[in-house]
């Protein structure tokens, strides 16, 4: 079978984002941050909305936007007069109707906005040139949390006790704040402002059972995260669906049989 160019770029771009979704994931798993992945999938829409604004790159202005929420989700923490639920339902539903609004105000002055494509992702779109941006931007997340792992996970396991054996909880929480937002921004090309946290938590939530050490959790979730990107471009090859839901789908099949087969053991 003769595979066309197109969907070997979607393939690799996918691949490249599930290897570092999968760590990152474990992480959202075990602190129980997916409502963070939402604000930060909520404020992509703004930040594209500014991108289109001023004609840069929608990439950096998703990037631009996340790094924004994370550090104003920091200091308003620091008053602890909000619960984190609170003050996150505030930053993303006040990015996405603020990134919304400003859509709306571009069609409306003649602007063309593809919306379906930010929404859903269009994976098959990707050029070379993006994926040369994406193996870069891959890397440098891979090597951030390579470096700063054992931290990561201290403060994912007790934080307090992360903060006595001197930790500068802080300062990782903020820098892993800061690597979702740039994973978010990436992975929004993929499968779509409404899909990403999907992308994130379903592949390590599947690797859960199956992994007895932090390491092979993340290990494993990566490996969810590629059959899932496999199966996904593949339907909708063969189904004519859309791609970024397709590969949500698959890895939440892959979820079902995961707990199917754990169970049964």
Same mark, same amino acid.
């Given at each position: 079978?003769?595979?066309?160019?197109?969907?070997?770029?979607?393939?690799?771009?996918?691949?490249? =984002?599930? +290897?570092?979704?999968?760590?990152?994931?474990?992480?959202?798993?075990?602190?129980?941050?997916?409502?963070?992945?939402?604000?930060?999938?909520?404020?992509?829409?703004?930040?594209?909305?500014?991108?289109?604004?001023?004609?840069?790159?929608?990439?950096?202005?998703?990037? +631009?936007?996340?790094?924004?929420?994370?550090?104003?989700?920091?200091?308003?923490?620091?008053?602890?007069?909000?619960?984190?639920?609170?003050?996150?339902?505030?930053?993303?539903?006040?990015?996405?109707?603020?990134?919304?609004?400003?859509?709306?105000?571009?069609?409306?002055?003649?602007?063309?906005?593809? +919306?379906?494509?930010?929404?859903?992702?269009?994976?098959?779109?990707?050029?070379?040139?993006?994926?040369?941006?994406?193996?870069?931007?891959?890397?440098?997340?891979?090597?951030?949390?390579?470096?700063?792992?054992?931290?990561?996970?201290? !403060?994912?396991?007790?934080?307090? +006790?992360?903060?006595?054996?001197?930790?500068?909880?802080?300062?990782?929480?903020?820098?892993?704040?800061?690597?979702?937002? !740039?994973?978010?921004?990436?992975?929004?090309?993929?499968?779509?402002?409404?899909?990403?946290?999907?992308?994130?938590?379903?592949?390590?939530?599947?690797?859960?059972?199956?992994?007895?050490?932090?390491?092979?959790?993340?290990?494993?979730?990566?490996?969810?995260?590629?059959?899932? =990107?496999?199966?996904?471009?593949?339907?909708?090859?063969?189904?004519?669906?859309?791609?970024?839901?397709?590969? =949500?789908?698959?890895? !939440?099949?892959?979820?079902? !049989?995961?707990?199917?087969?754990?169970?049964?053991?």
């Amino acid at each position: 079978m003769i595979i066309d160019d197109f969907i070997i770029r979607a393939l690799i771009a996918g691949m490249l =984002v599930v +290897l570092v979704a999968g760590p990152l994931g474990c992480v959202v798993v075990w602190r129980r941050m997916a409502y963070f992945g939402d604000a930060l999938a909520h404020s992509a829409l703004l930040g594209t909305s500014l991108a289109i604004m001023f004609d840069i790159k929608p990439l950096f202005g998703v990037m +631009l936007t996340g790094i924004v929420l994370s550090y104003l989700l920091i200091r308003l923490q620091v008053k602890k007069d909000l619960s984190s639920d609170a003050i996150l339902g505030i930053l993303s539903h006040g990015a996405l109707a603020a990134g919304l609004v400003m859509l709306a105000i571009m069609q409306s002055n003649g602007q063309r906005v593809d +919306l379906m494509a930010y929404l859903f992702g269009d994976i098959l779109s990707v050029s070379w040139n993006y994926l040369i941006w994406l193996s870069a931007i891959c890397l440098f997340v891979l090597g951030a949390m390579s470096w700063l792992w054992q931290s990561i996970l201290a !403060v994912a396991v007790h934080e307090e +006790l992360a903060r006595s054996e001197g930790v500068a909880v802080d300062r990782v929480r903020l820098i892993f704040m800061l690597l979702m937002a !740039v994973v978010v921004a990436v992975a929004m090309k993929i499968v779509g402002i409404i899909l990403i946290t999907a992308l994130l938590i379903v592949p390590a939530a599947s690797a859960r059972r199956f992994a007895n050490s932090p390491e092979a959790m993340a290990i494993t979730a990566m490996v969810f995260g590629l059959l899932a =990107v496999l199966g996904g471009v593949f339907a909708s090859m063969q189904w004519d669906t859309p791609a970024g839901p397709s590969i =949500v789908l698959a890895s !939440v099949v892959l979820f079902f !049989v995961s707990r199917f087969k754990s169970s049964v053991q």
